[in-house]
């Protein structure tokens, strides 16, 4: 299968000027805004200096002849439609992402017009009829023709390794989450190919289904097909309206009322949707429908969504906006075409997805009315030098007013990124370590805050580890105002074990009371 994605850059803009040709032009600088800020602004925007994220007040102030408007899904969405009817003209199956992000099985197209560059092309000239712009991508599965220009066969993982990782938090249609992305950033990796090269358990452990989605695109491996979809006849929802549907708000209210029963259907059958179909009959005797794909499972409130901006997009066509027309809906169908069971969609109850999360919230309230609030507590950010000290354990739905900025300039706080579990604390036997230097002495801290001696070899338990790096030591003075103060030093040391270099290991070792013991390992 080959699959090409059609991108439409800063499409929310490109609505608006769909929506206003009139009265603007395409040198018009215009951005969509949304709480204040600048959501997405168009070329020529740009070109005067606005960016994303800017507050709108200063985006004006760089560019006084600027055209602001409020974000609006249901206007995106409205005016995708005659893009995507256009496209279907060309293509048999055109999958929405997004509004402004489509997919195309290019295969059919290709073989019928005698190569993919000219299905590409044609492609391109359905879609700009209407003056719009338009990237293409094209490769072997959905993810890589997000990120790709054109893929040879076969060549999406050599195409891939060569990808900046910011890639993953550029498209939104690619479910990755952009404080993942980030953290991998942190981390030291820089292309997809680095992030393709991490073990896969490795990468889940750490940062979840998150993290196992962006190692999924990095490897060219589609998620959808790990495990078959359900395919199953009856989880069709439909509505037959006693009179045609002619009023945009009318079909809002139908939209919500067949995702309710939709989602009843499928929770019934243990199952959440991928791939939504939506169909609609008109009373001139046509029938029209388009797909919609998801990276997470469709919610009650995103299936709602999607059908109320497909809707308004066919009656807009139609000249149907003010129930003033004649051609209105007098059928509709919701058919879930691709579905599978909730832990393969959302990867687990800890997801950050919205459906998980929203199941995680039940299942908490249900331990906590059982066993009591405390029973279930969450990790909350309060700011501190240590590993220990910048983490705090409240019950769960509980909101304590934070001592002191989390991000504020703790002095001699431990850098970024932190260890990912902690120590059995500084009593535990566990975490007793001995550092030894070249000679076979053992390394200290002195009374100036420098090492006796340059680390070589770590032993720690029965494991022998030949010291690779090292960062510090850092000297803590805790709480020297009080009896309870105590002095340390900390040391971030990374080694290897002496008979496998393969087997890497990395420490926050902690100094105090003359012994070295682990703090936390990375």
Request: aromatic share 6%.
């Amino acid at each position: 299968m080959r699959i090409m994605a059609l991108w439409f850059p800063d499409w929310p803009v490109q609505a608006v000027l769909c929506e206003r040709s009139e009265a603007l032009s395409p040198q018009s600088p215009v951005a969509v805004s949304a709480g204040h800020r600048i959501r997405v602004c168009g070329h020529a925007a740009r070109a005067r200096g606005v960016r994303r994220g800017m507050r709108v007040r200063q985006a004006r102030a760089v560019c006084p002849e600027l055209t602001v408007v409020d974000d609006d899904p249901d206007r995106d969405g409205r005016e995708f439609e005659p893009v995507v009817a256009a496209l279907g003209d060309v293509a048999s199956s055109v999958e929405v992402l997004r509004p402004g992000l489509v997919a195309v099985e290019v295969g059919a197209v290709a073989r019928y017009n005698g190569s993919e560059d000219r299905a590409a092309q044609l492609l391109i000239d359905a879609a700009s009829r209407r003056g719009t712009d338009v990237v293409i991508g094209v490769a072997d599965e959905i993810s890589t023709a997000i990120v790709a220009a054109v893929v040879g066969r076969g060549a999406s993982i050599g195409f891939l390794q060569r990808q900046p990782l910011r890639v993953l938090a550029a498209e939104e249609a690619l479910g990755c989450d952009p404080e993942v992305v980030g953290a991998l950033g942190d981390l030291g990796v820089s292309t997809l190919g680095e992030l393709a090269a991490l073990p896969v358990t490795s990468v889940a452990t750490r940062f979840g289904a998150a993290g196992l989605r962006c190692h999924t695109i990095a490897t060219a491996r589609q998620a959808r097909n790990v495990a078959p979809p359900i395919t199953r006849a009856g989880w069709e929802v439909s509505h037959e309206p006693e009179e045609p549907i002619t009023r945009v708000d009318t079909a809002a209210f139908v939209a919500r009322t067949l995702a309710m029963r939709l989602h009843r259907v499928l929770a019934g059958a243990g199952v959440v949707c991928q791939v939504l179909r939506v169909t609609a009959g008109f009373t001139d005797g046509t029938d029209v429908s388009r797909l919609w794909r998801t990276s997470e499972a469709l919610t009650e409130a995103a299936t709602a969504d999607r059908v109320r901006w497909q809707l308004d997009g066919w009656l807009t066509v139609r000249g149907e906006v003010d129930g003033d027309g004649t051609e209105g809906i007098i059928f509709l169908e919701l058919a879930p075409l691709e579905c599978v069971p909730p832990e393969m969609a959302s990867g687990g109850l800890w997801d950050t997805g919205g459906a998980s999360r929203a199941l995680a919230r039940q299942v908490i309230a249900r331990v906590q009315s059982t066993l009591g609030v405390d029973a279930v507590l969450q990790p909350v950010p309060v700011g501190g030098r240590g590993v220990e000290d910048r983490i705090q354990l409240v019950p769960y739905g509980e909101r304590r007013d934070p001592v002191r900025d989390p991000g504020g300039p703790w002095v001699g706080r431990i850098p970024g990124p932190l260890p990912a579990r902690l120590g059995g604390g500084p009593n535990h036997p566990a975490s007793r370590v001995a550092l030894i230097g070249a000679s076979g002495e053992r390394v200290q801290v002195t009374a100036e805050a420098v090492l006796s001696a340059q680390p070589y070899a770590l032993a720690w338990g029965k494991k022998h580890f030949l010291v690779t790096g090292w960062a510090g030591p850092w000297p803590v003075d805790d709480r020297w105002w009080s009896a309870e103060g105590n002095r340390y030093a900390r040391l971030q040391v990374v080694g290897h074990e002496v008979d496998d270099d393969a087997a890497v290991a990395a420490w926050l070792l902690i100094w105090a009371a003359g012994r070295w013991r682990v703090e936390a390992t990375y």
